[in-house]
């Protein structure tokens, strides 16, 4: 029997990590609480970083099947909500562009990374004592992400 082939379920993009499986905003490790509708926005925006998404794709993907709603007043209390959690504003965006009657764009580079590695991710302990501790930065341990490297002595870096 075949195999099914995941397709990454997490972006990172510089200090945020979005897990689409379990609805997560995580940044530098911490989970931001982020509404629904903003951040089915957010996946959608991921998904083509650096290309228009149309508000009306937006429309069909949030609210299928022609559901009444008022669309542009909640798909614009979405995108408030996702800057205000990103710590973006429309008048400056570092990650969402408006593009005024049309749609929004998505700036920066977005990292996916494999959901379902061939090995799980081996904890701290099990690493070679000849890795470079420099190299862990941005990793994940166990279930921790090393942010930087503060000091060490022998086979200990903390």
Known sequence: MAEAIQSPNIARFESFEVNLRSGEL?????????????FQILAILLERPGQVVMRQEIQKRLWPDDTV??????????????RVALGDSAEEPLYIETLARRGYRFKVRVEWIDPSPAKPQAALASVPADYSASRLIGRKVSHYRVLEILGGRGMVKV
């Open 69 to 82: 709603v008022e669309f542009e007043n909640s798909i614009n209390a979405a995108i408030k909500r996702l």
């Open 26 to 38: 995580l940044k530098n490790g911490v989970r931001i609480k982020l509404p629904e509708q903003s």
